[in-house]
């Protein structure tokens, strides 16, 4: 694992109260690609205080003096946190950054260090396969949650337990510069490939809309499907948008994303079934997505806004 504390951001969060923020599944179609909030974000600088062992607050509530909120960590001091490497520009920059000990930035990265902030604990990751995570494999008692680029869907929610939502995603296609998708009739007759255990993976293999005249590529990670896309073995990747706009933004200008399917997706952080730390976090993510924080890092590390490219409907 790797232990990194931010110092140099603290958000203070007040009281949500009631959130009304729906998990929604892969036949829900969004009417935006970002999250919901300022531009804007308000921050506010100083250091977070730890709470008094064995104090509890309310979620979303800080205590006197700026008293963190006890969020029961399964390490004392220590936010535990699961992702799946490479994540480009949600943990590090690239998809050539796969140990983490070379990540020290992304949306992701950030995100989890400011949820740690307002526990006033130090963010320590490690990195697990995504099938494990998406299938509940990973063991309860060893994290206390996931920030993986996890598309929230019904089946995931059968074996998992997700968060509120924090990130709109809909599959984006990825080609070399000069490729052009105007259709999905054009798709059609392309080499697609797919990262395994994605819902673009679902999507080409099991729901008849979405059928193409090739079965796709499936490769076991991000790094892999890029590679097939440089060496011409595919002629397009399809995965959530900003993924893909983040892999264009560092190709020297030898990649873009064409266009994307409209598809409603949203991620969700997981939690461990039953965790008692559920309701504290979703207050925090929460809190980050309304006053416009994540909207922030978005554009930061995106290099690009996800609702500027245009969408191709399915035929």
Not at 250 to 268: K, P, R
């Amino acid at each position: 694992m790797r232990r990194m504390r931010r110092t140099n951001k603290v958000v203070v969060l007040a009281a949500v109260g009631a959130l009304v923020l729906a998990a929604c599944g892969d036949d829900d179609e969004g009417d935006d690609t970002t999250p919901a909030g300022s531009d804007a974000p308000g921050t506010t600088g100083g250091a977070a205080t730890t709470m008094a062992p064995g104090t509890t607050m309310a979620p979303g509530t800080t205590g006197p003096d700026g008293a963190t909120m006890d969020c029961q960590p399964i390490e004392d001091g220590v936010l535990t946190v699961v992702t799946s490497l490479p994540g480009p520009n949600f943990w590090g920059s690239t998809a050539a950054e796969t140990d983490p000990d070379d990540i020290s930035s992304g949306i992701e990265y950030d995100l989890a260090n400011l949820v740690a902030e307002a526990c006033g604990l130090e963010m320590e990751f490690r990195n697990e396969s995504f099938d494990a995570i998406v299938a509940g494999q990973i063991a309860d008692d060893s994290y206390d949650i996931i920030f993986s680029q996890v598309t929230i869907t019904e089946e995931r929610d059968e074996v998992v337990d997700f968060s509120v939502p924090y990130f709109k995603a809909d599959q984006g296609l990825l080609v070399e510069v000069g490729t052009e998708i105007p259709d999905f009739e054009t798709l059609k007759g392309l080499n697609v490939g797919v990262q395994a255990g994605t819902t673009a993976e679902f999507y080409l293999l099991e729901v008849p809309e979405w059928a193409i005249d090739t079965e796709p590529q499936s490769f076991p990670d991000l790094i892999s499907a890029y590679q097939a896309l440089s060496a011409g073995q595919v002629d397009v990747i399809i995965i959530d948008t900003p993924i893909n706009l983040g892999q264009a933004a560092q190709s020297d200008g030898e990649l873009e994303v064409v266009g994307q399917i409209a598809t409603g997706e949203e991620y969700g952080a997981i939690y461990p079934e039953g965790s008692p730390r559920a309701a504290i976090f979703d207050e925090i993510i929460g809190g980050l997505v309304e006053d416009g924080t994540v909207n922030e890092l978005i554009a930061q590390y995106l290099g690009g806004d996800p609702s500027t490219v245009p969408f191709i409907e399915l035929g």
